[in-house]
């Protein structure tokens, strides 16, 4: 779908388009036009009262509620891959070797091929060790990633990078084009974006559950909604 120059940008941002994605403007052939079309509509002004979560509860069923869980509730995950580890002999072992030997270019390879979750934690520290060197990268390729694996892992290590990195992923946002990667990314913002992002993240909620009722995609924006209301609060009360 093209859109006009002088229309609201489809990140969200609202700003017009020409004075924000259109100059990195690339083909959005992964999300839906009428997804699209919703995200540049005005949504209104968010509210993030006791109303909006009672009137909007999350699913029981999703991979954000579980990446949401692990963010709130760190050490969980750490903690049933140790106990995983009990019960499995010796599996991962040499790509856990390959792992702690990689560079960070062949980090970056292997994150787009995809580890054993047995390693997952293992991957996590290493690229985190790498976190200057390959955070950038990171956040480019979630342009066009296709692979769940990338798009759960990058959020996991963005927001335990000790550096906030939601001015790059704002960047870029706007040219995301998998809907997953584009629900988790807004997930993940409203754990480390700024007040500012909220309006952005509450665009993409509302086009999500538009757009793709049967799919679950809303439910990383719904969630990262979630977060902004227990982080800001008493401001947007």
């Known amino acids: 779908m093209k859109v006009g120059r002088n229309q609201p940008c489809p990140c969200g941002s609202g700003k017009k388009y020409k004075h924000c994605c259109a100059n990195n403007a690339i083909t959005l052939s992964g999300l839906k036009p009428r997804f699209i079309e919703l995200l540049s509509r005005d949504h209104g002004t968010p509210v993030l009262d006791e109303t909006f979560i009672d009137k909007n509860p999350y699913k029981e069923l999703s991979a954000a509620r579980l990446i949401y869980s692990a963010f709130v509730m760190p050490g969980i995950e750490e903690l049933a891959h140790r106990e995983a580890g009990k019960f499995i002999n010796n599996r991962g072992a040499d790509e856990a070797e390959q792992i702690k030997q990689a560079s960070p270019e062949i980090l970056i390879k292997m994150m787009e091929q995809g580890v054993d979750s047995i390693n997952n934690i293992l991957f996590e520290q290493h690229l985190l060790l790498y976190s200057e060197a390959v955070m950038p990268e990171i956040i480019s390729k979630l342009r066009n990633n296709e692979s769940d694996f990338f798009a759960e ?33 807004n997930l993940l ?49």
């Open 153 to 185: 892992t990058a959020i996991k290590v963005l927001r335990k990078s000790k550096i906030n990195y939601s001015k790059q992923i704002l960047e870029i946002i706007g040219q995301i084009q998998d809907p997953y990667t584009l629900s988790l990314v």
């Open 189 to 237: 913002l409203g754990f480390i974006g700024p007040r500012e992002t909220i309006q952005t993240v509450w665009q993409h909620y509302h086009a999500f559950k538009a757009a793709y009722p049967l799919e679950t995609f809303e439910q990383g924006p719904l969630f990262g909604l979630y977060r902004f209301q227990e982080r800001f609060y008493s401001i947007i009360r």
